[in-house]
């Protein structure tokens, strides 16, 4: 009998954390490996097969993967295995198909160990109902010259990336990110800027995955991205500003500055919120290019400066964003964000504000408020915006005890 979700979370609660898995697979799985929970035969420690158990999402949709025995293991009241054990830092590979038969899934719990079988996984690819036979974002990559030679893993890996963009809510690309991460060599490096470089932005997921991996492979991969900031395309100037901001390190600060000056706007806007969120001073901003932006009339660019003076180390704007929170009456969404920012900068201190707008008489400012109040506390509270007066009552009051219970914290520190 299937479990419920209150036993799946508290198995969850239980579950013991593996701190390397090394997964060698047939085919980039739909679901994700971090959601998942391994089970040792007959035990951790001496193990002859491990079994998976896909659980929330994964084992609603994703049950094809499982073969007989694998669903009649997962569905049996006692197992006979240790477990269930969680997997923490993941390492996924693609295994070379046979010439007959398709390999065999297995995982190892450390780089040089033991392979054990995960008996119960269907060694072939399910088929995924929700993709289509002809998938348009293929187009480019099927033509594609590789200029490098790359691990099957990480070509397997562009694909399905590529693949994924076109479809409405796939999570498989998380996995070949993964991937990508773990193939790190200059051959990648250069396939993955000449990827950018050339493919069309139909389907712009594959150049924000290309990009943050590019950007996060050590200084050569950083001075790569660097040098897409100048592509002729303003549309890849744009990822390439958005991927600056969300890898937050100041050695992009220089590239954001000229695209803060640059034709066009989409791409002034997408550089003026990275330079937010990595924060600039005087040292980094000479110019002071980006506090010109701080007697904007677009309230937006006003919030994205104060939010880069503030992570730049300059604290006097925490109160003008705090005030926007009080008094202006918009959507946080419809400033710049403001949620997002306040979460960034870990500006709690917004929290009693953002609770009183759970108090407005319109829906959307609710929901807005509490999609807020999630991010800057943490709490994992199920909120709709189609609310009701107890499920509202019951909302202030979490966010009000966490706000009263942080202020106690921060008197018994001082």
């Known amino acids: 009998m299937p479990k419920s979700s ?86 996924i590979s693609i295994l070379e198909p046979g010439r007959l038969f398709a390999p065999k899934p297995l995982v190892r719990l450390d780089k040089e160990g033991a392979a054990i079988p995960i008996v119960g996984l269907e060694k072939k690819r399910p088929i995924n109902p929700w993709k289509p036979n002809y998938i348009q974002a293929l187009n480019f990559i099927k033509k594609y010259e590789w200029q490098h030679s790359l691990p099957r893993s990480a070509q397997h890996a562009i694909w399905e990336i590529e693949e994924c963009g076109q479809v409405a809510g796939s999570i498989s690309w998380k996995n070949a990110e993964r991937i990508l991460q773990d193939c790190d060599s200059k051959e990648l490096r250069l396939t993955l800027a000449d990827i950018f470089y050339n493919r069309p932005e139909d389907y712009p997921l594959g150049s924000e995955v290309y990009l943050r991996v590019l950007g996060q492979s050590g200084a050569s991969g950083f001075k790569d991205l660097l040098e897409l900031a100048k592509h002729p395309i303003s549309r890849k100037r744009k990822i390439v500003a958005n991927t600056l901001g969300e890898l937050k390190d100041s050695k992009g600060v220089n590239a954001l500055l000229e695209l803060l000056e640059d034709e066009d706007p989409e791409v002034r806007i997408a550089a003026l919120r990275g330079l937010g969120r990595v924060g600039v001073n005087r040292d980094l901003d000479p110019e002071n290019k980006v506090a010109g932006f701080l007697e904007s009339e677009d309230v937006s660019k006003r919030v994205w400066a104060a939010q880069a003076a503030l992570k730049g180390g300059d604290r006097s704007y925490e109160k003008f964003l705090i005030t926007l929170v009080k008094d202006e009456p918009r959507l946080l969404t419809d400033m710049g964000e403001l949620g997002d920012v306040l979460a960034d900068l870990s500006l709690i201190e917004a929290v009693p504000y953002c609770v009183n707008r759970l108090k407005h008489p319109k829906a959307e400012y609710r929901a807005d408020a509490a999609e807020a109040l999630g991010k800057l506390t943490g709490l994992n509270l199920e909120y709709q915006s189609i609310d009701n007066e107890d499920l509202r009552r019951k909302t202030i009051k979490a966010y009000t005890r966490w706000w009263d219970e942080k202020k106690r914290e921060r008197r018994r520190l001082r």
């Open 6 to 91: 209150a036993e799946q979370r508290e198995e969850q609660e239980e579950a013991k954390s593996l701190d390397e898995v090394y997964f060698e697979l047939p085919y980039v799985p739909d679901f994700l490996l971090e959601e998942v929970h391994l089970w040792f035969v007959p035990e951790r420690d001496n193990p002859t097969a491990v079994y998976i158990e896909l659980l929330g999402d994964s084992g609603q949709h994703w049950t094809s993967y499982y073969s007989k025995k694998g669903w009649n293991f997962v569905h049996e009241e006692s197992r006979p295995a240790e477990g269930p054990y969680r997997a923490t830092n993941i390492h």
